[in-house]
Each structure stands twice: as C-alpha cells, then as structure tokens.
C-alpha cells in the first residue's frame, strides 16, 4: 500500500511541476549561475588543486540539490490557495501525505543533483562517485528534515510561528552548507564534521517534533487563517 500511495502522490506532484517547469527551470538555472559566478571567482583568486576542486563540486552540487527541492515544495501554496484540502480526501493520514510528499519532492531535487554534478564535473574537468555519494548523503540529511519542517509548520502552525521556523531551519541549512565552503582539503574535513552534524542534528530534532505534532484538525483550522 504504501508504494501505491507513494507512487500515486509521485506522479501527482510530477504533473504539477510539468505545468510549472519553465519557472522552475529558470529559478534553479539563476540558482546555479550565481554558485558558479562564485566558484570562477574563488578559483580565479586562489591556487587550483585537487582537492579545492572537489570540495567546490560538492558545494555546488549539494546547494543546487537544496535549490531544487526548496523550488519544488508547494506546502505555502497549497495552505493559502485552500488545495490543500484535496488532499485530505486520499485515505491517508496527514503525517503519511506529508512524508510521502517530501519524498517526492526529495527525489525531484536528487535528480537535478545528479544532473548538476555532472555539469560541474565537466567544467571543471574533475568527475568523482564518491563526490557523488558524499553530496547525494549530504542533500538528504539536509532537505529532507527542511521538508518535513516546511510541511507540518506551513499546514499546521499559524503563519507567523510557521515562517519563524522556516526561517530558522534555512539559516541552519545554509550554515551547514557553508561549512563545506570553509573545508579547504581534505585534511581539515575532521575539523568541520562535527560542527555540521550539530546543525543537521538540532534540524532533524526540529523536523521530528513538529512532524508528531501534525494533524488534520490543525492544517484544516489554518486553512481559515
């Protein structure tokens, strides 16, 4: 059942994005744009090596991934347009419609990833799998705790206390990633590591509260907000 359910909210969710995928596209290429106007600029002011290299990839690469998935979310959307509504008729709880919704949402964004990687691998003439893995592992420690945030807080909290919390988790999201950024080799990836799995973990802690706290009786008294 729940591979039916997950297909059934996949395909759902896919056919929403097709009919906004020029502005999608545009606000993930910008996206990207910017992270290589600075990646030209880092390596353009400092010596080019391997690792530096590397590291620039996987930053890129797990931003862009974070980028695509925040653009594919429709939590807002759905809450203050009411269709939100539609999707308590499916035979699910909405803790199962939220998780399932991410999922999918997690997995639009790992395409686009991987996608990016690539790209990256190829301007910079420097392709690695385990950067690949590194980043892929990295994106969904991140985004999927953001979902789950985004999803309980947007349906079920009141606005004001649901924006001071995506707020809050993007702040931690982005200095996560930013301690990529900081990495110089390989050697100083000890130093950081902890420092980001404290991040990542005060999300996931956050991600994990408010997602037992969800219920329909909330998200359909928000709705009237």
Same mark, same amino acid.
């Given at each position: 059942?729940?591979?039916?359910?997950?297909?059934?909210?996949?395909?759902?969710?896919?056919?929403?994005?097709?009919?906004?995928?020029? +502005?999608?596209?545009?606000? $993930?290429?910008?996206?990207?744009?910017?992270? &290589?106007? #600075?990646?030209?600029? !880092?390596?353009?002011?400092?010596?080019?090596? !391997?690792?530096?290299?590397?590291?620039?990839? @996987?930053? +890129?690469?797990?931003?862009?991934?974070?980028?695509?998935? &925040?653009?594919?979310? %429709?939590?807002?959307?759905?809450?203050?347009?009411?269709?939100?509504?539609?999707?308590?008729?499916?035979?699910?709880?909405? %803790?199962?419609?939220?998780?399932?919704?991410?999922?999918? *949402? @997690?997995?639009?964004?790992? $395409?686009?990833?991987?996608?990016?990687? $690539?790209?990256? +691998?190829?301007?910079?003439?420097?392709?690695?799998?385990?950067?690949?893995? #590194?980043?892929?592992?990295? =994106?969904?420690?991140?985004?999927?705790? *953001?979902?789950?945030?985004?999803?309980?807080?947007?349906?079920?909290?009141?606005?004001?206390?649901?924006?001071?919390?995506?707020?809050?988790?993007?702040?931690?999201?982005?200095?996560?990633?930013?301690? #990529?950024?900081? $990495?110089?080799?390989?050697?100083?990836?000890? =130093?950081?590591?902890?420092?980001?799995?404290?991040?990542?973990?005060?999300?996931?802690? #956050?991600?994990?509260?408010?997602?037992?706290?969800?219920?329909?009786?909330?998200?359909? !008294?928000?709705?009237?907000?």
């Amino acid at each position: 059942m729940f591979k039916n359910q997950l297909l059934s909210i996949l395909y759902k969710e896919y056919r929403i994005l097709l009919n906004r995928i020029k +502005s999608y596209l545009f606000a $993930v290429l910008m996206g990207y744009a910017v992270i &290589l106007l #600075i990646m030209w600029s !880092v390596l353009k002011n400092s010596a080019v090596n !391997v690792d530096s290299n590397n590291l620039l990839i @996987l930053y +890129s690469t797990v931003y862009m991934g974070f980028l695509s998935f &925040l653009y594919a979310m %429709r939590y807002w959307e759905e809450k203050i347009t009411g269709t939100m509504e539609y999707s308590f008729v499916l035979n699910m709880s909405i %803790r199962r419609i939220i998780l399932l919704k991410n999922i999918a *949402y @997690l997995i639009f964004g790992n $395409v686009l990833l991987i996608i990016f990687f $690539v790209i990256s +691998s190829v301007i910079f003439f420097q392709f690695s799998i385990s950067n690949l893995l #590194i980043a892929i592992i990295v =994106y969904i420690l991140l985004a999927f705790p *953001y979902g789950l945030i985004n999803g309980s807080g947007m349906w079920c909290l009141k606005s004001g206390a649901a924006k001071v919390l995506q707020l809050i988790s993007m702040g931690i999201i982005f200095s996560s990633i930013g301690i #990529i950024w900081k $990495v110089k080799d390989v050697n100083t990836i000890g =130093y950081f590591l902890p420092l980001f799995l404290t991040f990542d973990g005060l999300l996931w802690i #956050i991600s994990i509260i408010l997602f037992l706290k969800a219920d329909k009786e909330k998200a359909i !008294v928000g709705i009237s907000e």
